[in-house]
């Protein structure tokens, strides 16, 4: 079902967002992977357990009848981002990727945290659409 006021949008993968934290947490997938990395349990149960938080929020957001619930779990989905810019400075300092490596991640979560940022911000600033509120849990029953 398309909700009127959001653009196009029927489904949270539809977003830009959750296309990107998908891609990201796709790649932590692909590192806590290799041999070596797989063995540093801590390391990856941490990355997996953020990247997959950021997923988790923006799709339970995108579900949310108030842009302003949403707008709370994109939040948490932007600082699940955050702590994975950190578990990447750990994966380069316990050399599970190279540098290379780290830059086009590093830049990848930079660019999914300013476009977290964005819908934030558009949620916050803007009201939520009279059409949406008349499915969410307080609609009156006809």
Request: glycine residues 4%; positive net charge; proline residues 4%.
């Amino acid at each position: 079902m398309q909700w009127p006021g959001t653009m196009g949008v029927h489904s949270h993968r539809e977003l830009r967002i959750w296309q990107m934290a998908d891609h990201i947490r796709k790649r932590i997938i692909a590192i806590c992977a290799r041999d070596v990395v797989r063995k540093d349990f801590g390391f990856c149960q941490q990355a997996d357990r953020a990247a997959a938080s950021a997923c988790r929020n923006l799709a339970e957001g995108f579900t949310r009848y108030q842009h302003a619930d949403f707008a709370r779990f994109v939040t948490m989905a932007h600082a699940s981002l955050a702590e994975l810019l950190d578990s990447l400075d750990e994966a380069l300092a316990k050399s599970h990727i190279d540098i290379r490596e780290y830059e086009a991640l590093d830049l990848e979560i930079k660019q999914a945290m300013r476009s977290a940022n964005g819908l934030r911000r558009y949620l916050q600033h803007t009201p939520t659409p009279k059409e949406k509120l008349r499915f969410g849990p307080q609609a009156k029953k006809p």
